[in-house]
């Protein structure tokens, strides 16, 4: 039985979005729970119409605030409307892109930009140019920074975006003095969402542009940019630290060797004969249709690998699917990551199983920092437990830059 629903879908979003980033600023476990009161499990429409309720909400008290000269109040309360319009839009994802996702988006980034204009120093919004897309960006610099300043970089993977991205990395790294930049890349955020730019398996490429933005300012210290990546991200880090050498440390949260590991493993359970397994992944569709169906009947592998995978993929079938997320592969690639990196494996975090094998194939320094359910930390990113997700990166990233 969940906390709060049981439709596994709302759950996770619940447990994930509503209640992951309370501790750094996110909605406090009443909203959630008066929110989630208003909902008909399943329903999404009641789903969206009770979040995106709870955030225009939050949106007028901080509006109020602001009025009033309370920055610090106007500042919060934007944050924690960002959150819940991420919320209120997840069971949206899918092409063709639902209105009422861009509705819910479009407002939250108009609340974070106001939240944005309120941090001490005000965060600076940056537009970064890639192959023919627009990647949104925000600098953030640690508060009375006099001299330059180590900077973290901080990726997105399939679904999160840079607003819940500022609660997840930037609010626990300005704490602790570095400066941070967080961006959404090709089939993330506004460049999926508006642009219709699908995902990139060559995430140094990205990375590489993001660092050429910043780089030369005064406020960087070039010689610690560092890079860390939650969920996919993760893998997406390793990979851009494989093939960009001015990344001087790499965070994968959790470490993920590749996508096909979980794609075949999914055909295995689905009864593909091993055979057609060695055709991976050029598989047809006509084999695959059994489990296609199967897909589509569950509802979070539904959301998962159709509404989700194919939308960031850019691609419209579970054979397409399959040829597109191949490439997500970091087997041969391990060995040219230079700078010190830490992995995180969850408890009970399937896209951690792979971590230690990660950990295994590099070559210079590094830490692999495990996760446990009984510190309430061993689900997926250490949702439920961020701050010693935090304390554990963060002690590390001090101790190697």
């Known amino acids: 039985m969940g906390l709060f629903f049981q439709d596994p879908l ?13 501790s ?41 605030s602001a009025q009033g000269g309370h920055a610090v109040s106007a500042r919060e309360s934007y944050l924690r409307a960002c959150v819940c319009y991420s919320a209120a839009y997840h069971p949206l994802f899918g092409a063709p892109v639902d209105p009422r996702l861009l509705e819910a988006f479009r407002r939250q ?38 001299a330059p300043r180590p900077l973290l970089i901080a990726t997105n993977g399939y679904d999160a975006t840079i607003y819940e991205m500022f609660l997840g990395q930037a609010v626990p790294a300005l704490r602790r003095g570095y400066h941070c930049l967080i961006f959404d890349g090709p089939g993330q955020g506004a460049v999926l969402y508006e642009q219709g730019i699908p995902i990139r398996a060559d995430w140094e ?99 998962a690998v159709e509404q989700r995978g194919f939308w960031v993929h850019g691609v419209d079938t579970l054979a397409g699917y399959l040829r597109a997320t191949a490439p997500f592969d970091l087997q041969g690639r391990l060995a040219g990551i230079g700078c010190p ?13 792979s971590a230690q094998q990660i950990y295994d194939a590099l070559p210079g320094a590094k830490a692999l920092l495990r996760f446990g359910t009984a510190e309430g930390a061993g689900d997926h990113c250490e949702m439920r437990n961020r701050t010693l997700l935090d304390q554990r990166v963060f002690d590390w990233l001090d101790d190697v830059l």
């Open 205 to 303: 490429a990205v990375v590489g542009a993001v660092i050429d933005a910043v780089v030369d300012r005064e406020d960087v210290d070039p010689d610690r940019i560092a890079l860390t990546g939650w969920s996919l991200g993760g893998h997406l880090a390793l990979r851009a630290a494989s093939g960009e050498p001015r990344i001087a440390a790499c965070v994968a949260d959790p470490g993920l060797l590749s996508i096909a590991a979980g794609v075949v493993g999914r055909l295995r359970a689905a009864g593909v004969p091993e055979d057609v397994i060695e055709r991976y992944p050029d598989i047809p569709d006509a084999t695959l249709a059994p489990m296609a169906e199967a897909i589509h009947a569950d509802r979070a592998q539904r959301w």
């Open 341 to 353: 990196t830490a992995v995180t494996a969850a408890e009970d975090d399937p896209l951690s199983r």
């Open 10 to 22: 709302f759950e996770d979003f619940t447990v994930s979005l509503g209640l992951g980033l309370a």
């Open 109 to 146: 980034r108009a609340a974070f930009e106001k939240a944005a204009a309120l941090i001490e120093p005000p965060g600076e919004r940056l537009a970064i140019g890639f192959e023919g897309a627009e990647l949104p960006a925000y600098l953030f610099r640690a508060p009375g920074a006099a």
């Open 24 to 64: 750094h600023g996110g909605p406090e476990l009443g909203v959630v729970q008066a929110t989630c009161a208003g909902i008909v499990d399943g329903d999404e429409e009641s789903w969206y119409s009770a979040w995106s309720a709870t955030a225009d909400r939050l949106v007028q008290e901080g509006d109020a």
